[in-house]
């Protein structure tokens, strides 16, 4: 199946730092997801991106289906920022498989 | 709208209990989903169904059965459960092939 690697893994920052988030896939994708997975379990959505950019607020997200990759911009960074941040894709051969990176920890500190 | 409802948010059971998981979406979504997911650990598929017929089967064992009453509910009746199967369970819908998938708050589930 489909891997999909997300970096790091880890990540802590201030509060108002920046910050970039990549994603590489192995296969050409239909569907490609940015998830932010707060304390208690809920998987929000951030972006639906298969291709090209988009932004909202202080987020935004890059997608370069060519190359297999998604990049997820923070800018300012703050504490509600805290959580995991997921990618998940779906192959282009279309089984509707979403399958979830292996995550990315952030954490703002005040 | 684009919201999911799973009940219960909280649920303990014995290893000889039976139980059910439900979800809910009034989305108009053809397709259903459920994630298993472990602590420290990305959510991982279990089933699909589309148009409320189970497209999907990640060989998931026989004590986990899923069932699509009508095209806004998914169930997953649990019975005879291990310790091993306690995680959070997420149900997700989307339109489709393709399409952007939402999920709900999950289900905690602690098998004693």
């Known amino acids: 199946g489909i891997q999909v690697e997300q970096s790091p893994p880890d990540l802590i920052l201030q509060e108002g730092a920046n910050s970039t988030l990549r994603c590489n896939f192995s296969?050409?994708?239909?569907?490609l997801q940015w998830f932010h997975q707060n304390p208690w379990g809920q998987l929000i959505n951030l972006f639906y991106?298969?291709?090209g950019t988009k932004q909202n607020g202080r987020l935004s997200a890059t997608t370069v289906a060519t190359e297999r990759y998604s990049l997820l911009y923070i800018s300012s960074s703050q504490t509600t920022d805290s959580g995991v941040y997921f990618c998940?894709?779906?192959?282009?051969?279309?089984?509707?498989?979403?399958?979830f990176g292996t995550g990315t920890r952030l954490t703002i500190i005040p | 709208d684009t919201e999911v409802t799973q009940t219960p948010k909280h649920l303990v059971m014995g290893m000889t209990n039976k139980k059910s998981l439900k979800c809910e979406q009034h989305?108009?979504?053809?397709?259903m989903y459920w994630y298993k997911q472990k602590a420290k650990k990305p959510p991982e598929l279990m089933f699909v169904?589309?148009?409320?017929?189970?497209?999907i089967n990640e060989s998931v064992p026989s004590r986990f059965s899923p069932e699509c009453p009508n095209s806004s509910l998914l169930n997953l009746h649990l019975h005879a459960l291990q310790p091993e199967d306690s995680a959070l369970y997420l149900c997700?819908?989307?339109?489709?092939?393709?399409?952007?998938?939402?999920f709900g708050q999950g289900t905690r589930l602690t098998v004693v």
């Open positions: 998940a894709v779906e192959p282009d051969f279309g089984n509707e498989k979403l399958t």
């Open positions: 169904y589309s148009y409320e017929k189970l497209s």
């Open positions: 989305m108009g979504h053809r397709a």
């Open positions: 296969d050409s994708v239909n569907n």
């Open positions: 997700a819908s989307s339109h489709g092939q393709g399409a952007d998938a939402f």
């Open positions: 991106i298969p291709s």
